[in-house]
């Protein structure tokens, strides 16, 4: 393509963008709302993401050994049980350790254990699992192996926790790809349309166009341009109400001291950011591509 047919195509994005502004208006105005709420979204998906993350990593079994296991033998079973599949570490806590964590715990109402003659805590080993998804079926084949050595009395884990967790994630991911969906769907509809109405109102001088020999290329070049500019001019906008909104609640949540203990928020990577970008202008090219498409056929 030559300069003056790039020039010429430059001049058609303005004159088409001056005919109807309030369309390309409503299109940037469209996918910048989109994305937002997009955006919203993600940051909300990856700071939830992270706190899934640690909550699986702090996901613990906690097996009791029996009062008559010496500490040499409770050792010994540590190593047997850390050699077991998916056992990422296991932490035998003798009963001293076992009393002086409960001391700390209760500082403030350390008046409470004063009166103790013996130590009532038996110890135990704190096994720590892979870092996968917590599964309630390979946890209980773990625990029901570690029920089957004689040394140890019991085996907890938090079971209703578990259950609620997987429950949890699982919906939280299936909300994510359907509310995803459901943007891109609807903003692809708007652009869609609103590059329809454009293309109704200059109808006579594409038909024109064709006649005296114009291709398709240079015919649709324009309005691939001015949809792809839209993309994103509306993705920047997203990004920078959506940074705005952060950079104001993240000072906010400081100032009150209120930010998770397991983490600052954070906001999107830069991944992340050239993704909603390109969300952005693919949605634009999509709808263009539709209705032209639509629009050639009739």
Request: aromatic share 10%; with cysteine.
């Amino acid at each position: 393509m030559n300069q003056t047919a790039l020039v010429s195509i430059f001049r058609r994005v303005k004159r088409n963008f001056w005919a109807v502004p309030h369309l390309h208006v409503a299109a940037t105005g469209t996918i910048a709302f989109s994305l937002l709420i997009a955006g919203l979204f993600l940051v909300l998906y990856t700071n939830v993401n992270d706190l899934i993350a640690v909550w699986k990593k702090d996901f613990r079994i906690i097996a009791y050994v029996k009062k008559e296991v010496s500490a040499g033998q409770g050792k010994a079973l540590r190593d047997t049980v850390n050699r077991m599949e998916g056992i990422q570490t296991v932490t035998y806590v003798s009963q001293e350790e076992a009393l002086h964590q409960l001391r700390k715990q209760m500082k403030h109402r350390s008046s409470l254990l004063e009166g103790l003659q013996t130590n009532p805590l038996p110890a135990s080993l704190e096994i720590e699992l892979v870092h996968t998804d917590p599964d309630e079926g390979r946890i209980g084949n773990v625990v029901r192996t570690l029920e089957g050595f004689p040394e140890i009395e019991s085996v907890e884990y938090a079971r209703a926790w578990l259950r609620r967790f997987t429950g949890f994630v699982t919906f939280f991911r299936l909300a994510t790809l359907v509310i995803g969906a459901v943007i891109f769907a609807t903003t692809v509809f708007i652009c869609s349309n609103t590059i329809r109405l454009t293309l109704y109102a200059r109808r006579e001088e594409l038909a024109v166009m064709q006649i005296i020999g114009a291709t398709d290329a240079f015919v649709k070049a324009p309005y691939y341009l001015q949809n792809i500019l839209e993309g994103l001019l509306g993705s920047a906008i997203a990004l920078g109400i959506l940074f705005g909104a952060y950079y104001l609640l993240t000072a906010r949540l400081a100032a009150q001291q209120v930010l998770l203990s397991a983490g600052n928020m954070r906001f999107l990577s830069g991944w992340e950011i050239i993704a909603l970008l390109l969300s952005g202008i693919t949605m634009a090219w999509l709808g263009c591509y539709l209705s032209l498409k639509q629009f050639t056929k009739s």
